[in-house]
C-alpha cells in the first residue's frame, strides 16, 4: 500500500495571518458579551467544518477585521482555509466583481498588476500552486497571501486596504523595496513588480532564436538562442502629431537591430586576389604573367600571408520567438520547481513593456506618442519558422500564429514612480476596467470599447497577449475560428463612428489541476 505524503500543519501555515493584534501588549481590548458570542460561534464552525482549533485571539481578529459581522468573518475563514491548502479557484463567470482598495495612495501598482494577471488569465496560476520547500517561509508566505488575494478577486468579494497592506509588507518580506528612504511606503514601478513575481516563482522563460548576418566568415555565436519572461520595446522619438502602430515597433525590435563592435573572422585571401587582379595593368603581356621568376614571387608573396584575420564587423541581427516555454536559460541555469506540464506551450502569454519613460536631465520624462493597439497581431513573421508540425491535420493548410490581447495594465503620468495605475481584462464576452481609486465601483465593464482602445494609445505599459496557433479553414466544427480572425483588423483611430467591434473571443478550455496543495 502507497504511503501518502506527511501533511503540513496548519496551525504553522495560520502563523502567516494577520491575528493575534494584542498578543505582546500589556493593554487588552474589552469585549462585550454579543462580540465573545461571535468568537464563540466562529471558533464552533471552524471547528465543525474545517476541523480547525485554533486561538481565539485569532478568531477576534477576524471579526474585529470584519467589523464583528459574522457572515463576513465566515467567509474569511473559508478563504483563509483555501489559501493555506494551496487552492486557487477559478477565474470568475459573470459575478460582480468588487475589487480591492488602495492603500495610502499607493498600491495602485499591485492592484492593477494582479488584476491583469490573473482575474481572467489562468497561465500564471501554477505560480501560487506549485510546492515550495518549507524551510524557504518568506517564499511560502508570499505565495499564500498572494493567492488569498487572488481568490478574493476572482470570487468578487471586497479586498481591503488591511489586506493590501499586509501583502505589502510580505512582498518586502520576501526583499521586495516598496519604502521610500525614509521608509515610508510608495509606489513602485508595476514592470519591476512583475519582473520580481516571475523571478521569484521561477516562470519559464521565452526562447529567441538570434541570428546575425555579416560579410565576414560564419561564426558559432552567429546562431545562438536568448531567454527572457518579457518583451521590453524601446518607442522611437518622433512628432506628437504622428501615431504609431505597435506592429512596427515589434518590427524594429525583432529585425531592425544592428550590432556593431563584434569581432569575426575575415577570408582576406579572397580580397587580396581581388585587388591585385584590379590593380594588374591590363595590359601586361602573358609572357610576362606566365614568367617563372614572377610565378615563382606571388607563390611566395601568398604563402607567407595569413589567410584570415579578426576584423570587427557590423551585423544585422534577427530575432525569432521560439513558441514554448523553457525551463533553461542561456547561461544554461535550470528551473527545477515547475512542471512542463502547468506551462503548455497551446497558452503562451506573451508580456510586453512599452519603454514610455526615459531619463532627460536627471529628470524622468514620459514619451507620450500615441500607440495602436490591436486586439490581435498576426505574429507569424515573428515566429521560429523551423518549428514542428506546422500544417493543420484537418486541411492541410499552414497554422496561423496570432497574438489575443487579454489583459493590459496602464499607467497615467510623468514617472512609474508617481502618477496612477489602472488596468483592463477581457473576459469571455467582455471588457472589464479596475481603478481601485474610484471608490464607488472599482471594477466596471467597458461600455465604449473605442474608448477604452484610445486610452491604451496613450497609457498602455504592460500587455499580456496571449500566443495562438489556430488554422484558419473554413470548417462548421471550427466556425469559432473563423469568427476569432475576423477580428483580427480593429480600427483605433479616433474617430467615434469608427468603433472597434470586438466579437466573442472563446477562450481555451484550460486543463490546469486545481489540487489542494497542502503546505
Not at 501554477?126 to 476572482?154: G, H, S, W
Not at 544592428?258 to 603581356?285: A, L, Y
Request: proline share 4%; net charge negative; glycine share 2%.
Amino acid at each position: 500500500m502507497e504511503k501518502k505524503p506527511q501533511l503540513r500543519k496548519r496551525d504553522r501555515i495560520w502563523n502567516f495571518f494577520r491575528h493575534k493584534k494584542h498578543v505582546g501588549t500589556l493593554q487588552r481590548r474589552n469585549t462585550t458579551t454579543e462580540q465573545k458570542e461571535k468568537i464563540t460561534c466562529l471558533s464552533i464552525y471552524a471547528q465543525q467544518h474545517f476541523s480547525l482549533s485554533l486561538d481565539s485571539d485569532i478568531f477576534e481578529s477576524l471579526l474585529e477585521d470584519n467589523d464583528w459581522d459574522l457572515k463576513k468573518a465566515i467567509a474569511d475563514l473559508s478563504d483563509y482555509e483555501e489559501a493555506s491548502h494551496g487552492i486557487l479557484v477559478e477565474p470568475p463567470q459573470g459575478q460582480v466583481l468588487l475589487g480591492p482598495e488602495n492603500d495610502g495612495g499607493t498600491s495602485c501598482y499591485i492592484d492593477a498588476l494582479l488584476f491583469a494577471m490573473y482575474i481572467s488569465n489562468t497561465t500564471f496560476d501554477p505560480l501560487l500552486t506549485y510546492d515550495i520547500p518549507p524551510e524557504n517561509e518568506a517564499k511560502v508566505k508570499l505565495q499564500t497571501v498572494m493567492r488569498l488575494f487572488v481568490n478574493k478577486l476572482r470570487k468578487g468579494n471586497f479586498i481591503s486596504a488591511n489586506y493590501v497592506h499586509w501583502l505589502r509588507k510580505v512582498l518586502e518580506e520576501a526583499q521586495w523595496n516598496g519604502k521610500d528612504e525614509n521608509g515610508y511606503w510608495s509606489q513602485e514601478d508595476a514592470s519591476e513588480l512583475f519582473m520580481f513575481i516571475t523571478e521569484t516563482f521561477d516562470l519559464p522563460y521565452l526562447p529567441f532564436q538570434i541570428r546575425l548576418f555579416h560579410g565576414a566568415n560564419h561564426d558559432t555565436n552567429d546562431d545562438r538562442v536568448m531567454t527572457d519572461r518579457v518583451l521590453s520595446l524601446s518607442i522611437p522619438q518622433s512628432n506628437m502629431n504622428t501615431r504609431l502602430k505597435l506592429e512596427d515597433i515589434l518590427l524594429d525590435y525583432f529585425y531592425n537591430n544592428i550590432i556593431t563592435g563584434i569581432k569575426r573572422q575575415v577570408d582576406i585571401q579572397q580580397q587580396q586576389q581581388q585587388q591585385q587582379q584590379q590593380s594588374i595593368s591590363q595590359d601586361i603581356s602573358e609572357d610576362i604573367l606566365s614568367s617563372p621568376s614572377f610565378a615563382s614571387i606571388s607563390e611566395k608573396k601568398k604563402a607567407l600571408e595569413p589567410t584570415n584575420t579578426q576584423q570587427e564587423v557590423i551585423a544585422w541581427q534577427v530575432l525569432e520567438l521560439l513558441p514554448f516555454y523553457s525551463a533553461t536559460n542561456e547561461q544554461g541555469e535550470l528551473i527545477n520547481t515547475q512542471f512542463d506540464s502547468a506551462f503548455p506551450d497551446t497558452r503562451m502569454i506573451l508580456p510586453i513593456v512599452l519603454k514610455r519613460y526615459f531619463y532627460e536631465n536627471t529628470e524622468i520624462k514620459k514619451n507620450k506618442i500615441p500607440i495602436d493597439i490591436p486586439f490581435t497581431i498576426d505574429f507569424n513573421r515573428f515566429i521560429n519558422q523551423n518549428m514542428d508540425d506546422p500544417v493543420c491535420t484537418t486541411c492541410g493548410q499552414m497554422n496561423d500564429w496570432t497574438l489575443y490581447l487579454k489583459s493590459v495594465v496602464c499607467h497615467k503620468g510623468s514617472s512609474p514612480y508617481s502618477g496612477h495605475y489602472i488596468s483592463y481584462a477581457r473576459t469571455e464576452e467582455e471588457w472589464i476596467k479596475l481603478d481601485d481609486m474610484n471608490k464607488e465601483m472599482r471594477v466596471t465593464l467597458v461600455k465604449d470599447q473605442a474608448k477604452m482602445f484610445a486610452d491604451l494609445a496613450e497609457n498602455a505599459y504592460i500587455l499580456f497577449y496571449e500566443l495562438d496557433k489556430t488554422c484558419q479553414h473554413h470548417n462548421d466544427n471550427n466556425s469559432h475560428s473563423s469568427n476569432r480572425s475576423s477580428s483580427s483588423s480593429i480600427n483605433n483611430s479616433n474617430n467615434s463612428n469608427n468603433k472597434p467591434s470586438l466579437e466573442k473571443a472563446p477562450l481555451k478550455d484550460h486543463h490546469h489541476h486545481y489540487s489542494c496543495i497542502l503546505m
